[in-house]
């Protein structure tokens, strides 16, 4: 699994990225998990809200920060 | 069926406790602050500092309230509306109807200045015209619901609806001007070549419990940004209001003053705050002598025009749009500050 966190480095995108971390490891899933930083690309997504979490391409979830619990439930319905 | 509704009537019944609760700690705010300074402490609030602490504690716990009660119930009712949603409203009008929109849509839109390149990418890569992007970033931080309920509260109705008015004009005729020039070339070139992806909406129509979740969702991403500028924004006020002497601005921005305008626009440049903080400053601005216009214009440059904004706009605007850009925006609160001086 293929996890990329989008956003510009605001305080959303990073607490998008713990509360991924926390969901992975309470998964016990192994996913490489990395950050876009860069505009074209967050926009190449259709992203124009960020934070953005993005899973084997696709977008999960834009413009807010979903609670651990909700990232599981996400997550579970794709693996 | 009976499941949803089962479901969903604890929560509206909740919802209902909660509004009921929140109007009764509205009502007594004021009563609760005046019986524990005046009742229990035994201090006298003609005194300057008890004056001052009273004015903080109780203007700060009204503007709280009036924020986390308004940004929840507009919340709930705007669940819907995304910038990917704005953008297809905005698509292939005619451009007189797609600025009026993207004013409209700007005000209403939930946004927050970091959000600005991304959805500039968006809208301008995805072929919105740029004068029409710039008015809806024009709009978006002049009027919005924070602004307006504050306002109301401070200024009175009849001046909310002025500066509203006022604030949707400028954004309209500034998009109206730009788009007569080519600008098109000032824009950073990756804009145009960035191919802007479409994200595909459900098309579900959200439930009760979706709407509160996420009213509940903005209201704790909103409040969590701005409540430290109303603690700020207060503050000062309450400086103001207590060691400020009465009429002191009056004498020098005045409505015979033009030039204040220019001063308190300018002034609001480096100031960066949202209405929530600017607000409460300008009310004691006002009840201290300063003319009504000049106060708009310094309340407008606070929250429309900012350095953050600048050095963000920066990366996808040439230093010569960007020039343009803030100039016309700053040039437009100037003439609304006059216009305000002059016939209110």
């Known amino acids: 699994m293929n996890i990329k966190i989008l956003g510009s480095g605001c305080k959303n995108c990073v607490a998008l990225e713990r509360n991924t971390r926390e969901a992975l490891a309470a998964m016990d899933l192994a996913a490489e998990v990395t950050k876009v930083t860069d505009y074209p690309t967050i926009a190449s997504y259709g992203i124009m809200k960020t934070p953005g979490l993005v899973v084997d391409e696709q977008v999960i979830v834009s413009g807010r920060v979903p609670k651990p619990a909700e990232i599981k439930e996400l997550l579970t319905a794709l693996a | ?344």
């Open chain 2, 1 to 344: 069926m009976t499941t949803t509704t089962t479901s969903q009537r604890p929560l509206a019944l909740r919802l209902a406790l909660g509004a009921l609760t929140w109007a009764g700690l509205y009502a007594l705010n004021e009563m609760l602050w005046d019986a524990l300074f005046v009742s229990w402490l035994g201090l006298d609030l003609t005194d300057r500092w008890a004056g001052a602490a009273h004015f903080f504690l109780y203007d700060v716990t009204k503007i709280l309230l009036l924020l986390a009660g308004m940004i929840f119930a507009i919340g709930m009712l705007r669940t819907t509306l995304r910038p990917e949603r704005v953008r297809a409203f905005l698509e292939d009008k005619p451009l007189a109807v797609a600025l009026l929109l993207a004013a409209l849509l700007g005000a209403v839109t939930p946004f927050c200045s970091c959000s600005s390149i991304p959805l500039f990418i968006g809208f301008v890569g995805a072929g919105i015209p740029l004068a029409v992007t710039l008015t809806f970033l024009i709009a978006s931080p002049l009027v919005n619901e924070v602004a307006v309920v504050l306002l109301a509260d401070t200024f009175g109705l009849a001046n909310t609806i002025a500066y509203v008015a006022a604030g949707l004009t400028a954004a309209v005729t500034i998009g109206a001007i730009l788009s007569r020039f080519r600008l098109d070339r000032w824009v950073e070139p990756f804009v145009f070549q960035t191919a802007v992806g479409r994200l595909q909406s459900a098309g579900t129509r959200p439930t009760l419990r979706d709407r509160v979740d996420a009213a509940k969702e903005e209201t704790a991403d909103i409040f969590g940004r701005v409540w430290k500028w109303v603690l700020l924004g207060v503050g000062i006020g309450a400086v103001i209001h207590g060691w400020v002497p009465t009429e002191f601005f009056a004498q020098y921005a005045g409505p015979g003053n033009p030039f204040a305008v220019i001063v308190a626009t300018l002034a609001g440049i480096p100031l960066y705050a949202n209405a929530a903080g600017v607000i409460p400053i300008a009310e004691a601005l006002w009840t201290k002598g300063m003319a009504l216009g000049t106060v708009m214009s310094f309340m407008m440059a606070t929250v429309a025009l900012s350095l953050p904004e600048a050095i963000l706009l920066k990366q996808v605007l040439k230093p010569r749009l960007l020039a343009i850009f803030f100039g016309s925006v700053a040039a437009a609160i100037v003439l609304i500050g006059l216009t305000f001086n002059a016939f209110a």
